[in-house]
């Protein structure tokens, strides 16, 4: 089996049935962290989905014990149903990820002096290999394949 395979055959097994080899290539090709890339993605949407999917049960754990219960239960009571919660909290999460993806390739969001900006620290996300040491790979612009990964069927 070649790496070539071997990738794709991961990002099969991650999702990427039609793009995989695609996703592939460009790790092997372009050695780019494209297979950590994916998988942060891939695990950013299953969070943001699970807003919409089970909305049931958190609308249900919100109302016994939450800091939002009074809200939960306030627009239970206008007519909201628990699918129109999981909505709208499926829009705040994806929102919420599509921001903090996006700081993550330009902090200054010019909130501060310029003077200020320029003393503070930036970050980065690092690829660990599987024994979790560090590749020397990064994996930057995220919030540019975001939307591109929203699963297919998603709830909205």
Partial sequence: MTELDRLTALFIALGAEDDARDWAESEAEEGLPQLARYRLLRTVWQDVDAWGTAAPQWVDAYRTDGAAAGAVDRALAAGLTPEDLGA???EVARETAFGVLYALADPADGSLPAGVEAQLPGWRLAE??????????????????????EPKGAVS
Avoid at 128 to 149: I, K, M, S, V
């Fill in 128 to 149: 660990l290999n599987p024994a979790g040491a560090p590749t020397g790979r990064y994996l930057d612009a995220l919030h540019e394949d975001f939307a591109e990964l």
């Fill in 88 to 90: 709208l909290a499926r």
